[in-house]
């Protein structure tokens, strides 16, 4: 099992960007997808959640400004992101638990990261 990202680059700020991560290999199921954060010198943040009956929950800084969603006939998931400001630079990680087969355990997955940088 994969996690592919893609989707970031530079935006000035009050811009918008959307991330896609797209799960590929054997998979029976996807539970929850997250989407992660890394800004430089700071600890990785758990931005936004949504689970598999698209239950949505994000951190207070970009409530409002993000939307999390998912299309699960295509296992992907996306961070549409608006009204970006220069702390939401960061490299950005999806992460996913993924179940490759019904007897199989749930495991967690991570995408390698896409940067995003908000600057003028």
């Known amino acids: 099992v994969q996690l592919q990202a893609y989707g970031g680059g530079l935006v000035q700020p009050g811009g918008s960007l959307r991330l896609s991560c797209a799960a590929s290999?054997?998979?029976?199921?996807?539970?929850?997808m997250n989407w992660y954060r890394q800004a430089p010198g700071k600890q990785r943040e758990l931005v936004a959640t949504?689970?598999?009956?698209?239950?949505?929950n994000y951190i207070e800084s970009v409530k409002g400004r993000f939307t999390i969603s998912r299309d699960n006939a295509k296992n992907t998931t996306y961070l549409q992101m608006n009204s970006l400001k220069p702390e939401d630079t960061a490299v950005y990680y999806c992460?996913?638990?993924?179940?490759?087969?019904?007897?199989?355990?749930?495991?967690?997955?991570w995408g390698q990261g896409t940067l995003v940088t908000v600057s003028s």
């Open positions: 992460n996913a638990n993924i179940k490759a087969a019904y007897w199989q355990t749930w495991k967690q997955h």
């Open positions: 290999g054997s998979i029976f199921a996807i539970d929850t």
């Open positions: 949504i689970t598999s009956g698209g239950v949505t």
